[in-house]
């Protein structure tokens, strides 16, 4: 073959092969920048929606602490209360043993 004919060869069989290719490659980089998008918007999502968890969870933590405290304070009122109470017991067995012995002495009068 002679040179002069080899460049009008090329244009013919390489050319529409070189063509093709390159459209080949803007599809597959169009699908690979839609992945791309893809990816990032549920990178965002998934950002979005773990900050919303941590949120959630921080929330409960702190109703956790309340109700730590609450129940913290209602143990200190319920000590104090036992504490008065355990006070109350003995002056009540007192006064019943005192009625106790009213009525004692109420029943030696009536006979007398």
Known sequence: MPVEKVPSWIK?????????????LKAINTRIDS????????R?????EINSVRSE???V???????????????????VK??????RIPVLEKITALE???ADLEKRLALA
């Open 12 to 24: 013919q069989v390489l050319m529409p092969e070189l063509n093709e290719i390159k459209g080949e």
């Open 35 to 42: 992945s791309n998008e893809r990816i990032d918007s549920l």
């Open 44 to 48: 965002n999502e998934s950002k979005t």
């Open 57 to 59: 969870i921080s929330g």
């Open 61 to 79: 933590r702190n109703e956790i602490s309340s109700v730590r405290n609450e129940i913290s304070g209602l143990r200190t009122e319920m000590n």
């Open 82 to 87: 036992f504490d008065s109470l355990e006070k």
């Open 100 to 102: 106790i012995k009213i």
